[in-house]
C-alpha cells in the first residue's frame, strides 16, 4: 500500500493489516463526517438533547431512597 504522511497502517502478529492511524491535525477535518457517522464524536446538539434527557439531583435521590426501601434489610 502507497505510504501517505500522516496515514500509519498497523499489522497483527501474522502481517495482515489491522488498524489505521491517522493524523487528525493533518486529515481530521476530512474525516470528521466519518467519525461523526460511526458515534466516535457526538455534535453538540446531540450533547444538549441528552443532558435534557437526563434526570435532576432531586429525582436520583428519590429514585435511591425508594429502591433501598425495596431491599430485604433487617432491622
Given at each position: 500500500?502507497?505510504?501517505?504522511?500522516?496515514?500509519?497502517?498497523?499489522?497483527?502478529?501474522?502481517?495482515?493489516?489491522?488498524s489505521?492511524?491517522?493524523?487528525?491535525?493533518?486529515y481530521?477535518?476530512?474525516?470528521?463526517?466519518?467519525?461523526?457517522?460511526?458515534?466516535?464524536?457526538?455534535?453538540?446538539?446531540?450533547?444538549?438533547?441528552?443532558?435534557?434527557?437526563?434526570?435532576?439531583?432531586?429525582?436520583?435521590?428519590?429514585?435511591?431512597?425508594?429502591?433501598?426501601?425495596?431491599?430485604?434489610?433487617?432491622?
Open positions: 500500500m502507497k505510504e501517505i504522511a500522516g496515514i500509519q497502517f498497523n499489522k497483527d502478529a501474522s502481517g495482515k493489516e489491522q489505521v492511524t491517522i493524523d487528525l491535525k493533518k481530521g477535518n476530512e474525516i470528521q463526517s466519518f467519525l461523526m457517522k460511526i458515534g466516535a464524536i457526538e455534535t453538540a446538539d446531540t450533547f444538549e438533547k441528552r443532558w435534557s434527557d437526563a434526570i435532576s439531583g432531586d429525582e436520583l435521590v428519590s429514585r435511591v431512597q425508594t429502591h433501598i426501601k425495596t431491599l430485604p434489610w433487617k432491622r
